[in-house]
């Protein structure tokens, strides 16, 4: 996730040690800033820089701690959020990915779901606080991802690209467990983590509000549970917050909102299938 020289000679932050452009691990006081790519962003690298306030941070060098070095280091590792959003834009996929101030440029991310044959037509990078956002906008073939396979084949590959290049981040993951190099320490009680939701969203639709242990294709369960008590999916925003996956899906059922007795029987199956514990065939 390295960028080129280009950028950095034209990207300097007064009284910063910067060593890659968006790693700002090291600072002590730095600048927000804005920077939208465009079109050819994998290719063309033009942006716009835009200061908005100054940040200040304390070193923790300078402060004391009684908590261990490996206690310390783990808590300071920040939880890793990947977003799919398909409200936001009406003509492409809308892609956040944050990991507090550790993200690179994601060359190696955008080449990665360009060889799975998608475009990023636009793109940014913001910095709030410690925080650095990348937002990245995709069509295939000129038009939204809509497919469910798909969008779970990106999330992984985001995720797998930051597993690579940010291995620290695999304690942070569930997906650590199944393709880092370190599973989470701590792993959530999946019965304690779901919670489903049903709610009104106009006449037309309902709102599905899905959170639970994250796991790897856990999105394409999700869509055929639906699919098995007909209940089709309009548009999703899915959302990966370390180990926890919180989904939210606009449905409808023959055109209209979920009545109440449907919403119980989704919300029923969803919490089956998610919760229950996995068990071996060959014990029927």
Not at 54 to 69: G, H, P, Q
Not at 80 to 102: C, K, Y
Not at 119 to 134: L, P, W
Not at 162 to 190: C, Q, T
């Amino acid at each position: 996730m390295a960028i080129t020289n280009s950028f950095c000679s034209s990207f300097i932050i007064p009284r910063s040690r910067v060593t890659d452009f968006g790693y700002l691990s090291q600072i002590s006081v730095f600048t927000t800033t804005q920077i939208h790519y465009r079109n050819g962003f994998s290719h063309q690298f033009g942006f716009m820089l835009s200061t908005n306030k100054c940040i200040l941070r304390a070193s923790i060098d300078s402060v004391e701690s009684n908590v261990s070095k490996s206690e310390q280091d783990v808590e300071s590792v920040p939880v890793p959020i990947v977003l799919i959003d398909q409200d936001s834009d009406s003509e492409a996929t809308l892609v956040q990915v944050s990991f507090g101030d550790r993200l690179g440029a994601l060359i190696d991310t955008m080449k990665a779901l360009k060889d799975l044959g998608l475009d990023v037509t636009k793109g940014t990078v913001t910095t709030v606080e410690s925080v650095i956002q990348t937002k990245l906008f995709i069509t295939r073939m000129g038009r939204k991802v809509e497919e469910p396979d798909m969008l779970e084949t990106i999330r992984l590959t985001i995720i797998n690209n930051l597993l690579k290049y940010h291995p620290e981040s695999s304690e942070r993951l569930a997906m650590g467990e199944a393709f880092g190099i370190k599973a989470p320490e701590k792993k959530l009680d999946v019965d304690i983590a779901t919670h489903i939701h049903v709610t009104d969203d106009g006449p037309k639709r309902s709102m599905l509000y899905i959170e639970t242990a994250d796991r790897p294709g856990l999105l394409m369960e999700i869509i055929k549970i639906m699919g098995d008590v007909n209940v089709y999916v309009e548009s999703a925003e899915i959302d990966t917050e370390g180990l926890v996956a919180k989904d939210k899906f606009h449905v409808s059922y023959r055109g209209a909102a979920l009545n109440n007795s449907l919403s119980q029987v989704l919300t029923n199956c969803l919490r089956y299938y998610l919760r229950r514990p996995e068990t071996d065939e060959d014990s029927y």
